[in-house]
């Protein structure tokens, strides 16, 4: 096992990580931006070293100063977190030639999910369902028309080496595909480097549904159920939960043990998450996150286990603590990511945390970094906490997340509490009737109607 473990990240996850580790016996070492010299996650590890200026490019972004600074510790291993540099092979790589761990998967299984078309095909030889589609990147607008008419309208567009969004585009019709593509390249070109895009069938109101899985390098892969990531806003993920509302024990022990396999036969190793479309009793594969999800804490909830615990007993070259049968899942768990913003117009709300107090009690759990004098900086992402509840059901977790939302206070700035709670007054939730465009949708409704959150 690793004496010294370097978190190569900030916030709520280097926190998370360093917890983890401490639990093992194992020291810690944070690197920070001059902005973030007074975070928590510095204050309590045992070892800090400054690796640039606040920007993430000249500091979290920055190997050759992460590099120097395990090797001025004597760092054994690092751990990525989520974000960052979290899913970059080339890192990997480079850390691994300095005779140091990483902490996460190898980087050509990084850089095989990097990449959506080969993620795609690799997934679809292993056994996973994946969404009717181009086989690849389209080179000619010809031959894609022909393409696109054969998988039937809506078609859409999307980046082959990104996510979050961005380079991807819906065509409605025939008459708009062309323009959908060149503004999914152009955006694909700005965002990632790379303006290759392909095409897949358009889904109306799937769900988001992920399944996480563990793999060691002793040839034993589990899966520890699924999480619904329905509610997005521009893609992007507001509140997840496990297990979801849309699925029942045999189709929750399908996709489970479908996608195990799948990662077992490529021969994978630590934690990952494989992410489908849900619809009409059908899954297609979106892709596969090659890290820790912010959202983890819900699988922790109801499984009992420890993510980057496993993921660093398997870094060590230990075996999983557990096989498929010893996993069980108990109860309902929901995350709220808790932001910095506006939670009328969702603009980031930067600046000094005045006030802060953290709900407490039976089956709740607060993954933040803050503290009552606390400066949040502007430059990173603004993401400030997740409030995390578990019950013996989903009805109980409801009502004990909107007693923890109560609780909770974050003065000085603004956040996204208010948003969920008014959704603990929406039926639509409540019921857990809802897929991915339904919050958006909800939304919109809401400003039309002048409605604030």
């Not at 769900?207 to 159920?225: K, P, S």
């Not at 900086?377 to 013996?392: A, E, N, T």
Request: net charge negative; with cysteine; hydrophobic share 40%.
């Amino acid at each position: 096992m690793f004496d010294k473990v370097l978190i190569a990240n900030r916030g709520e996850i280097a926190l998370r990580v360093h917890r983890a580790c401490k639990e093992m016996g194992i020291q810690t070492v944070a690197i920070h931006s001059e902005a973030d010299a007074d975070a928590m996650h510095v204050r309590l590890a045992d070892e800090s070293v400054c690796v640039g200026p606040p920007p993430a490019g000249k500091s979290y972004l920055n190997i050759p100063q992460i590099i120097a600074a395990c090797e001025i510790t004597g760092a054994q291993a690092v751990h990525p977190g989520y974000g960052f540099l979290s899913e970059n092979a080339r890192f990997a790589e480079i850390v691994e030639a300095h005779g140091i761990t990483f902490i996460g998967p190898t980087p050509d299984h990084i850089r095989m999910m990097g990449d959506k078309i080969t993620a795609k095909q690799a997934v679809k030889d292993a056994g996973i369902p994946v969404v009717p589609g181009s086989e690849g990147a389209i080179s000619d607008i010809d031959e894609a028309e022909k393409i696109a008419a054969g998988i039937g309208y809506p078609v859409l567009i999307k980046a082959a080496a990104g996510g979050g969004g961005r380079g991807m585009k819906v065509a409605e019709n025939a008459k708009l595909f062309r323009s959908a593509v060149q503004t999914a390249s152009s955006e694909a070109s700005a965002a990632f480097g790379d303006g290759s895009v392909y095409l897949e069938k358009y889904l109306g109101k799937p769900r988001h549904i992920e399944i996480q899985i563990m793999a060691d390098t002793h040839g034993n892969c589990v899966h520890l159920g699924e999480r619904d990531c329905s509610l997005q806003r521009r893609h992007q993920k507001v509140l997840e939960e496990a297990t979801s509302p849309a699925l029942d024990a045999k189709a929750r022990a399908e996709i489970g043990a479908i996608t195990r396999d799948a990662v077992a036969a490529i021969g994978y190793r630590g934690v990952g998450t494989v992410e489908y479309l849900y619809e009409n009793g059908e899954f297609y594969f979106i892709e596969m996150n090659t890290r820790l999800q912010v959202e983890h804490p819900v699988t922790e909830a109801i499984t009992g286990l420890d993510l980057v615990r496993e993921q660093i007993l398997v870094a060590a070259g230990e075996k999983l603590s557990m096989t498929q049968d010893d996993i069980v899942f108990n109860g309902h768990s929901i995350e709220c990511r808790i932001n910095a913003e506006d939670p009328a117009t969702f603009a980031p709300s930067p600046g000094k945390v005045t006030e802060f107090h953290a709900p407490g009690g039976l089956g709740v759990r607060l993954d933040s970094a803050l503290y009552a004098g606390y400066s949040i900086p502007p430059y990173y992402d603004s993401l400030i906490g997740k409030l995390i509840v578990h019950g013996r059901d989903r009805p109980e977790a409801l009502l004990r997340l909107k007693r923890a939302l109560n609780e909770l206070v974050v003065g000085g700035v603004k956040t996204t509490k208010p948003l969920f709670l008014d959704l603990l007054e929406e039926p639509a939730f409540v019921s857990g009737d809802y897929h991915i465009r339904w919050l958006e949708s909800w939304l919109a409704e809401r400003k039309a109607a002048g409605e604030t959150a």
